[in-house]
């Protein structure tokens, strides 16, 4: 059985950088992809960015060409490493490794 555990949420200034961690552990027996997901009070769950185990990117249209997404697979984590920040980006952000194993979700704020 695979558990993912994110971490790197917090608050930060518009215009500002953050980079999220979630690492894999557990049974793991082969690579799969994973992502990155957001949800607030008022907005269903959508993707921001997922990564294939080759390596392969799909971003939201709204974080495209100011967030990355990456992976080190020796460690089984993945990263998203988010720039020029929105008070719209504020959300709760859920790593997914695919198909279907969710974390419990980090909190990114972005507020003056």
């Known amino acids: 059985q695979v558990q993912v555990a994110e971490s790197g949420g917090g608050v930060v200034q518009p215009g500002g950088s953050l980079r999220l961690s979630c690492a894999a552990s557990g049974t793991i027996t082969s690579i799969y992809a994973m992502g990155w997901y957001r949800e607030t009070p008022t907005k269903h769950r959508e993707l921001v960015a997922d990564?294939?185990?080759?390596?392969?990117?799909n971003y939201g249209d709204s974080v495209k060409g100011r967030f990355i997404i990456s992976r080190d697979n020796d460690k089984n984590t993945v990263y998203l490493h988010m720039n020029s920040l929105k008070p719209e980006d504020t959300a709760v952000y859920y790593c997914?490794?695919?198909?279907?194993?969710w974390g419990q979700g980090t909190q990114v704020t972005v507020s003056s």
């Open positions: 997914r490794y695919y198909p279907n194993v």
């Open positions: 990564i294939t185990n080759f390596g392969g990117k």
